[in-house]
T-cell receptor, first 113, second 113 residues
Framework: QQQVKQSPQSLIVQKGGISIINCAYE??????FPWYQQFPGKGPALLIA?????SEKKEGRFTISFNKSAKQFSLHIMDSQPGDSATYFC????????????FGTGTRLQVTL | DAGITQSPRHKVTETGTPVTLRCHQT?????MYWYRQDPGHGLRLIHY???????DKGEVSDGYSVSRSKTEDFLLTLESATSSQTSVYFC????????????FGPGTRLTVL
C-alpha cells in the first residue's frame, strides 16, 4: 500500500523554466511534509518542509504548495538550473510519534541548457 | 552529512551469508533509522531505534535485524542475505530545529549474488 503517490516519474525542463512535482497522500494523520533532493551516489538531503497549517512555503527558488482538502502537495522550482538536476522525493510523517517518514517513489529532474 | 558515517560503502556478498552494516553518528542523537532505496519504491523504512537497546520494526523489516548497544552506533544485520536484499541502504538520524527532520548518511550499496 503506497501512502504517498508522486508524479511525474521523470521530468525534463529547460534552464530558466519552472519544475513542478506533485504528491498525494492518503493518511490524514500526516502532519509534516518534507521534500528531499538526492544527487547520484549521495544520501537524500532535506530541501524544504511544510506543516498543514500553511498553504505555501517558499525558500529561495523552492516553493511548497499544500492543499489539505485535496490531500496534495507540490514542489515548484523556479528559474530551474542545471545544478538542480537530481532526484526529488516527497515524504510525509505523523509527528509526535517515532517520526517515521513515508516516501514517494521519486522524480528524476533533468534541467537542460 | 550531519556527522553520519556508514560502513562499508560498498559490499558484494553471496546468497546465504550474513552481512552487517554499520551506522555511526557523532552528535548523540536519540533516534536512528535504517532505510533501503530501490528503483520505483523510493525509500522504505526497515527498522528504527529510539534509544540504546530500544528498537522497532518499520515497513520492510522481514529478513533484517538491528542492534544498538551504544548511542552512536546502529547496526543492521542480514542474517542470511538474499538477492532481493540487493539495494542501497541509508541510515538517518532525527534532529533539526523542529526535531522532525531526518538527516541521511552517504549510503551503503549492497549486492547479493
Amino acid at each position: 500500500q503506497q501512502q504517498v503517490k508522486q508524479s511525474p516519474q521523470s521530468l525534463i525542463v529547460q534552464k530558466g523554466g519552472i519544475s513542478i512535482i506533485n504528491c498525494a497522500y492518503e493518511n490524514t494523520a500526516f502532519d509534516y511534509f518534507p521534500w528531499y533532493q538526492q544527487f547520484p551516489g549521495k544520501g537524500p538531503a532535506l530541501l524544504i518542509a511544510i506543516r498543514p497549517d500553511v498553504s505555501e512555503k517558499k525558500e529561495g527558488r523552492f516553493t511548497i504548495s499544500f492543499n489539505k482538502s485535496a490531500k496534495q502537495f507540490s514542489l515548484h522550482i523556479m528559474d530551474s538550473q542545471p545544478g538542480d538536476s537530481a532526484t526529488y522525493f516527497c515524504a510525509a510523517m505523523q509527528t509526535g510519534t517515532a517520526s517515521k517518514l513515508t516516501f514517494g517513489t521519486g522524480t528524476r529532474l533533468q534541467v537542460t541548457l | 552529512d550531519a556527522g553520519i558515517t556508514q560502513s562499508p560503502r560498498h559490499k558484494v556478498t553471496e546468497t546465504g551469508t550474513p552481512v552487517t552494516l554499520r551506522c555511526h553518528q557523532t552528535e548523540n542523537h536519540r533516534y536512528m533509522y535504517w532505510y533501503r532505496q530501490d528503483p520505483g519504491h523510493g525509500l522504505r523504512l526497515i527498522h528504527y531505534s529510539y534509544g540504546v537497546k530500544d528498537t522497532d520494526k518499520g515497513e520492510v523489516s522481514d529478513g533484517y535485524s538491528v542492534s544498538r548497544s551504544k548511542t552512536e552506533d546502529f547496526l543492521l544485520t542480514l542474517e542470511s542475505a538474499t538477492s532481493s536484499q540487493t539495494s542501497v541502504y541509508f541510515c538517518a538520524i532525527r534532529g533539526g530545529v523542529s526535531y522532525n527532520e531526518q538527516f541521511f548518511g552517504p549510503g551503503t550499496r549492497l549486492t547479493v549474488l
